[in-house]
């Protein structure tokens, strides 16, 4: 453990000493080789930081796009164990044999990453199967190069303080749990049977499911599928980007939950002609109130409607609660201006999303993980959609699409921005109001017919503190004079002990105690500018 911590100390002090040199030659962004950097220092340190950078590589809300692309190339290169490991590995999982598990069982991995590496297999009907098994001992050496990691970054919060405005240990926290469930299959069985249930009558999409009983947290068996990339010019692009289109938007409005992960490595086409979608390792989940602000703020998008589009952001996460909303209607009013000059194929909700918090403060609050992986999950939708179809109008066509997804919460048109946020607001309060009543005329029922009334206070909080500091000052003030009064009593009987030739010991030490208290006293309404 010493010897790794001083490891991933080393590595992490030589890039904060390469950023501050770098900052001192005031280096451009665009040729500062610390991102380079990082990114090999990443890849040196083993899979478990490989799988950090990749992790940092969905945060667009904190990064660069530099950034973005240098840890967007780390690759999973990792030598695969051995097979007889992962047969043992299988063997340990179910209590079984592989011969008994499978008509037959490739030892030679399919594929292998940092976390789990994947083999071919045929159970004894004649399915073609494959097995994700998880890497022997990785949970361990996650757990010992993140406690490291921990440590490291506490030091590095020392040596450097402007770092903790990045809230760096939250973050560290954060991919230490996201670490520790990618590392769980048995929650990746569970997302691919609830999507599996989800599209199960859809015709045009298809979801490898699950091999009943052969799933625990170690290894995870998934019928086999393959087919055609969608970039391939045989596909059917603009059928199956509104395909893709249908399906986003039933799990953002409908499932609230989404697979986080549409790269093109993930989405195929089978050979008779679905849309295929594989690793479900990463998913996002929106609660109903996140589903609800998503509608509305692609509608005031839409309808360039800049204090619709506050609003919705809010509700969404991107922004905090703010006082003075003037600075943040001139920022979207300057983004929609910039799309306003675009042709509308163009225009990129996950930009939007993205420009939009970082309106922020210069402090750069976390984005919570799902609105994370939801930006993610935007940018990389957008992006198959203009591999599928190039011509594609995004925003026009989920708006199309989708409003018998949302018709509770969009409107049918998308001309009066003031019209249409009003219908969309009225329609979520009708649809609201029979659960809100019914609550009401409940608490009237308990409370006998008699109902309180609530009387909100603002700026309690600092009439409260003000009071809090008075009241110890006043207390302060009085110890201070009890303190004096006694000592000169002392004095004036001179009790006790004697010092410095004919003092009283006790007497000395109650004034030098009143003298400290006092300075203190006075030093407090100095501070604070007020007598």
Request: with cysteine; hydrophobic share 45%.
């Amino acid at each position: 453990m010493i010897g790794r911590l001083l490891h991933i100390g080393a590595r992490a002090i030589g890039l904060l000493g390469l950023a501050a040199y770098e900052r001192l030659r005031r280096t451009p962004p665009d040729r500062s080789c610390l991102p380079r950097r990082a990114r090999i220092s990443l890849e040196r340190l083993g899979p478990t930081f490989v799988e950090l950078g990749q992790t940092l590589s969905l945060r667009r809300d904190l990064l660069s796009e530099r950034w973005l692309d240098e840890l967007g190339r780390l690759q999973d290169n990792v030598e695969p164990f051995p097979g007889a490991e992962a047969q043992q590995a299988v063997e340990e999982a179910f209590g079984q044999s592989t011969e008994q598990l499978f008509a037959t069982f490739e030892t030679k991995p399919l594929a292998a990453a940092s976390i789990a590496q994947v083999h071919r297999a045929r159970l004894h009907n004649g399915r073609a199967v494959i097995v994700k098994i998880r890497r022997p001992a990785i949970r361990a050496r996650i757990d010992r190069d993140m406690r490291a990691l921990v440590a490291t970054t506490r030091l590095l919060i020392i040596i450097a303080p402007r770092l903790e405005r990045l809230q760096p240990l939250r973050l560290v926290d954060e991919i230490w749990a996201n670490l520790r469930k990618e590392t769980d299959f048995r929650q990746e069985a569970r997302n691919i049977r609830r999507f599996n249930e989800a599209f199960r009558d859809w015709p045009s999409l298809f979801i490898p499911n699950v091999i009943d009983d052969l799933q625990t947290e170690t290894v995870l068996v998934q019928e086999m599928s393959g087919g055609t990339g969608i970039a391939d010019p045989s596909v059917d692009g603009p059928r199956l980007a509104e395909v893709l289109v249908d399906a986003y938007l039933n799990q953002f409005f409908v499932i609230g939950l989404f697979h986080g992960d549409p790269h093109p490595g993930n989405l195929f086409v089978t050979p008779d002609g679905r849309l295929c979608f594989h690793d479900f390792g990463l998913t996002g989940y929106l609660d109903n109130r996140t589903r609800r602000a998503l509608a509305f703020f692609l509608q005031a998008f839409v309808s360039g409607d800049p204090l619709w589009m506050l609003d919705s952001a809010i509700d969404l996460g991107l922004l905090h609660q703010v006082d003075d909303r003037s600075a943040f209607i001139r920022g979207i009013d300057e983004i929609l201006a910039d799309y306003a000059s675009l042709p509308l194929k163009d225009w990129s909700l996950a930009e939007a999303v993205l420009r939009v918090a970082h309106l922020g403060p210069d402090d750069k609050v976390m984005l919570p993980q799902n609105l994370v992986v939801l930006m993610r999950t935007l940018f990389l939708i957008e992006s198959a959609l203009r591999t599928l179809d190039p011509d594609l109008k995004i925003l026009d066509t989920l708006l199309a699409r989708g409003r018998d997804v949302m018709k509770r919460l969009l409107s049918d048109e998308t001309g009066n921005g003031g019209r249409a946020r009003l219908k969309a607001e009225a329609a979520l309060a009708a649809h609201d109001l029979p659960g809100v009543l019914a609550a009401f005329l409940r608490r009237l029922q308990s409370d006998g017919f008699h109902p309180a009334i609530i009387v909100r206070h603002e700026g309690l909080e600092t009439i409260e503190a003000h009071l809090d500091r008075t009241g110890n000052r006043l207390a302060l003030a009085l110890v201070t004079l009890g303190l004096y009064i006694a000592a000169s009593l002392l004095m004036l009987h001179s009790a006790g002990p004697r010092v410095l030739g004919n003092v009283p010991l006790l007497a000395l030490l109650g004034y030098l105690l009143a003298l400290g208290l006092s300075f203190r006293l006075v030093g407090a309404v100095g501070r604070s500018g007020r007598l």
